[in-house]
Structure formats: C-alpha cells, structure tokens
C-alpha cells in the first residue's frame, strides 16, 4: 500500500510562485513513476507533470509548460511540483499520483495511488 500526501497549497497572486510537495509511503518508491493532476471546480481533472522513477524523464500539460517544473528525491521519498508565473486558471485542487507498476510515465490510467489534495487559489 502506497500513501500520498501533498502540502503546500494555499492563497497566492498572480504572477507568484509556490511550490508543492508530495510526501510517499511504500519501499519501493524510488521504482515507482509519479505524477501531479488538479482539477478546478466544474472542469475534469487535468494531467498537470510526471515523472520518471530516475527523474531522468519529465513530461507536462500544454498549459503549464515552461512554468511548472516536476522534482523528486528518492531518498526522502518526495515529488515536488514547483510553480510559477501563476495564473488565476491555475487555480485548482492538486493531486499527487503513484504508479507503482511502471517506471515510467504510460499515462492517467496507469496511476494506481492518489493523494487527497491540496488546494492552489491564485487571484488576479
């Protein structure tokens, strides 16, 4: 069983960073690739960046390219989404994901392990 917690959300202005992280449970995290989701209120959960096991590999959504960046450190077992320049449609409950089958990102339905969240709210 793999636990997922994320902190680090809150109330922010656009054009301000915060960075988020994802505390892991599980031996063998450093196998497994993670990722980051976030779903605003009345709109579908969205892949937000992931991971591969080694870090070697980083993938994102169209809409947080060249803000976002995606970090781990596998031997404290943390996932890290670092944003910036943000923007109110940033705005959204984040999700950290596990998946413990595969090292590398294969895609949302790969994610076996969610954490319940952390709230981003940027205001304009």
């Known amino acids: 069983q793999v636990q997922l917690v994320e902190s680090g959300g809150g109330l922010v202005q656009a054009g301000d960073s915060l960075r988020l992280s994802c505390a892991a449970s599980?031996?063998?995290?450093?196998?497994?690739?993670m990722a980051w989701f976030r779903q605003a209120p009345g709109k579908e959960r969205e892949f937000v960046a992931a991971?591969?096991?080694?870090?070697?590999?980083?993938y994102y959504g169209d809409s947080v390219k060249g803000r976002f960046t995606i970090s781990r450190d596998n031997a404290k077992k943390m996932v890290y989404l670092q944003m910036s320049s943000l923007k109110p449609e940033d705005t959204a409950v984040y999700y950290c994901?596990?998946?413990?089958?595969?090292?590398?990102?294969?895609?949302?339905?790969?994610?076996?392990?969610w954490g319940k969240g952390t709230l981003v709210t940027v205001s304009s």
């Open positions: 994901a596990a998946d413990a089958d595969y090292r590398d990102y294969i895609g949302v339905r790969g994610m076996d392990y």
């Open positions: 599980g031996r063998t995290f450093s196998t497994y690739a």
């Open positions: 991971i591969n096991w080694s870090g070697g590999n980083t």
